[in-house]
């Protein structure tokens, strides 16, 4: 899960297995929550996104879980393959203002060992 | 493809110096930020402009500043650097209008050192 401290959180995952990488955001205020992947010398890049309305939300081999309940996010991969190695941020952010600042967490390092 | 370009991928730099961090995005994008990357604290806004000449502060702006005179150019200034300033510089777009998913495009980061 996300860290508040300077360490980063790993997850180490053999390949062919599931990966679950959580977020807890913090303003209840947040309607809109988005899953970045960044692999290493490059920057973020968008994955999957989930609105409020719905709690749960599938794409290619990756699903995000929505609980509003206790302000927490997930993000599955299936058959995680060693290409998904890379840290992975979950950002929010409050709808309505027009450009969508994203409050973004500190990061999960995936590992994937062959 | 979109595309958003920084400058220099990697600055070597002294206290005080003054630094120009350069973005330039292909996509028409109306909404232009600058996040400063550090291990462990994930990425942090320091500035961000809606449209030409506009900007707006974000959670860390001390000690920087920024200049947006055409749309397509977002530019990270450090009037004096410091040491505590070393760190990798993300620029995103995204695009403002009703279709906006709020999706950012970051560029690759430009990581510099203050010595």
């Known amino acids: 899960g996300e860290s508040v401290g300077l360490h980063l959180p790993t997850l180490s995952v053999q390949e062919g297995d599931n990966s679950i990488i959580n977020c807890a955001y913090s303003n209840s205020a947040s309607d809109y929550f988005i899953w970045y992947k960044q692999e290493s010398g490059k920057g973020p890049q968008f994955i999957i996104d989930?609105?409020?309305?719905?709690d749960k939300r599938q794409g290619q081999r990756v699903t995000v879980l929505l609980n509003k309940t206790v302000k927490h996010l997930s993000l599955q991969i299936a058959a995680t393959q060693p290409g998904d190695s890379a840290v992975y941020f979950c950002a929010e952010t409050r709808s309505g203002a027009g450009s969508y600042q994203l409050t973004f967490g500190k990061g999960t390092k995936l590992s994937v060992i062959p | 493809d979109v595309k958003v370009t920084q400058s220099s991928r990697y600055l070597v730099k002294r206290t005080g110096e003054k630094v120009f961090l350069e973005c330039v995005q292909d996509m028409d994008h109306e909404n232009m930020f600058w996040y400063r990357q550090d291990p462990g604290l994930g990425l942090r806004l320091i500035y961000f402009?809606?449209?030409?000449?506009?900007?707006e502060k974000g959670d860390i702006p001390e000690g920087y500043s920024v200049s947006r005179e055409k749309k397509e150019r977002f530019s990270l200034i450090l009037e004096s650097a410091s040491t505590n300033q070393t760190s990798m510089y993300l620029c995103?777009?995204?695009?403002?209008?009703?279709?906006?998913?709020?999706?950012?495009?970051f560029g690759e980061g430009s990581r510099l050192t203050v010595l």
């Open positions: 989930i609105r409020s309305n719905m």
């Open positions: 995103a777009s995204s695009f403002l209008g009703v279709a906006n998913t709020g999706e950012l495009f």
């Open positions: 402009s809606y449209d030409v000449k506009m900007k």
